[in-house]
C-alpha cells in the first residue's frame, strides 16, 4: 500500500529542491496546481503517466517517488503523524510495524479500532490482551468473545 502523505511531501521536497513553484511544476505535468497541491497534501496522488513524469522531471526512480523503499517512522504520541489513516492500519495489521496497541489503542477511530480488534481476533495481530482490554468498550469487549 502507498502512503500517500509521504509521497506528497516528496513530490514537494523535490519540487522546492529544483526552486519550483507549484504553478511551475503544474505547467510541466499539464495539470492544475490544485491537483498538484492535492498531491502534495496527501489528498490524491497522481496518474501513473503523471508519476512517470515526475520521475523524469526529478531524475528519480518510480520507486523513490512513491516512498517504496523507505523505512517507516512512527511516534506513538501521534502514530498518524505524517502518514496517512489507512496506510498506517493497514501496516499494523500486517504486522509490517511493530506498536504497543494498549499504548496507541486511544488514537483509533471506532471504525479501525473494530478492524483492529477484528485481526486480533482472527489472530493476525499477536496483543496483549490483558493490557488492551481496560482500553475496550463493553462492546468491543464483547467482540472479542472468548479472548478477553
Not at 529542491?17 to 507549484?22: E, G, H, V
Request: overall charge negative; charged content about 30%; glycine content about 4%.
Amino acid at each position: 500500500m502507498i502512503d500517500f502523505v509521504q509521497v506528497g511531501n516528496k513530490i514537494a521536497k523535490y519540487r522546492k529542491q529544483k526552486n519550483m513553484t507549484q504553478d511551475e511544476l503544474a505547467e510541466i505535468l499539464f495539470v492544475t496546481r490544485q491537483a498538484l497541491s492535492k498531491w502534495e497534501n496527501g489528498t490524491s496522488v497522481p496518474s501513473t503517466d503523471t508519476l512517470l513524469n515526475l520521475c523524469k522531471v526529478f531524475n528519480v526512480s518510480f520507486e523513490e517517488i512513491l516512498c517504496l523503499d523507505e523505512e517507516i517512522e512512527i511516534d506513538e504520541e501521534n502514530i498518524f503523524h505524517g502518514h496517512e489513516r489507512l496506510f498506517i492500519i493497514n501496516k499494523i495489521i500486517n504486522n509490517e510495524i511493530d506498536v504497543n496497541l494498549a499504548n496507541v489503542f486511544y488514537q483509533f477511530s471506532p471504525r479501525e479500532r473494530m478492524v483492529v480488534l477484528k485481526a486480533i481476533k482472527e489472530k493476525k495481530i499477536n496483543a496483549n490482551i490483558n493490557e488492551l482490554v481496560v482500553k475496550l468498550t463493553e462492546s468491543e469487549k464483547k467482540y472479542l468473545g472468548g479472548l478477553v
